[in-house]
């Protein structure tokens, strides 16, 4: 029987929707394009922000798909990069601790860098959990 494949938590995606009109529970589960359009738009008006209320279950079960488990855990580098992504927190985390030291120097490489990583955490997550 296969392991059910369970990498991002529908508890972390309800907390961070409600930070959701910054588009938060869309970059966290995997969706940067529209997490940017959301930042962007404070969540489409509000609007698209409610509607994803009942959107997340869906958007768990895919990033369930998409990415592979392993002994990274995604929520906690989200709650990393969330909450001390300046400070480079998720990448000590990850194991980069040359970029995580880099950003703790320079705030995050001037916001520049935390935003490239909440583009891309979920991938270098997933890489790594793969051993690529």
């Given at each position: 029987?296969?392991k059910h494949?369970?990498?991002?938590?529908?508890?972390?995606?309800?907390?961070t929707?409600i930070?959701?009109f910054?588009g938060a529970?869309?970059?966290?589960?995997?969706?940067p394009?529209t997490?940017?359009?959301?930042f962007?738009?404070?969540?489409?008006?509000?609007i698209?922000?409610?509607?994803?209320l009942?959107?997340?279950p869906?958007?768990?079960?895919?990033?369930?798909?998409?990415y592979?488990?392993?002994?990274?855990d995604?929520s906690?580098?989200?709650?990393?990069l969330?909450?001390?992504?300046?400070?480079?927190i998720?990448r000590m985390?990850m194991?980069k601790?040359?970029t995580?030291?880099l950003?703790l120097?320079?705030?995050?490489?001037?916001?520049?860098?935390v935003?490239?990583?909440?583009w891309?955490l979920?991938?270098?997550?997933?890489?790594?959990?793969?051993?690529?």
């Amino acid at each position: 029987m296969a392991k059910h494949n369970d990498t991002h938590s529908k508890l972390i995606g309800y907390i961070t929707w409600i930070f959701g009109f910054t588009g938060a529970h869309r970059f966290y589960y995997g969706k940067p394009v529209t997490g940017t359009i959301w930042f962007f738009t404070l969540g489409l008006c509000g609007i698209g922000w409610l509607i994803d209320l009942f959107l997340i279950p869906g958007m768990d079960a895919e990033a369930d798909l998409r990415y592979r488990d392993g002994p990274l855990d995604y929520s906690l580098a989200w709650v990393f990069l969330t909450f001390g992504g300046v400070f480079g927190i998720h990448r000590m985390y990850m194991g980069k601790w040359l970029t995580g030291i880099l950003y703790l120097l320079s705030v995050g490489l001037l916001g520049f860098g935390v935003l490239y990583d909440f583009w891309t955490l979920n991938e270098q997550i997933s890489r790594i959990n793969t051993g690529e």
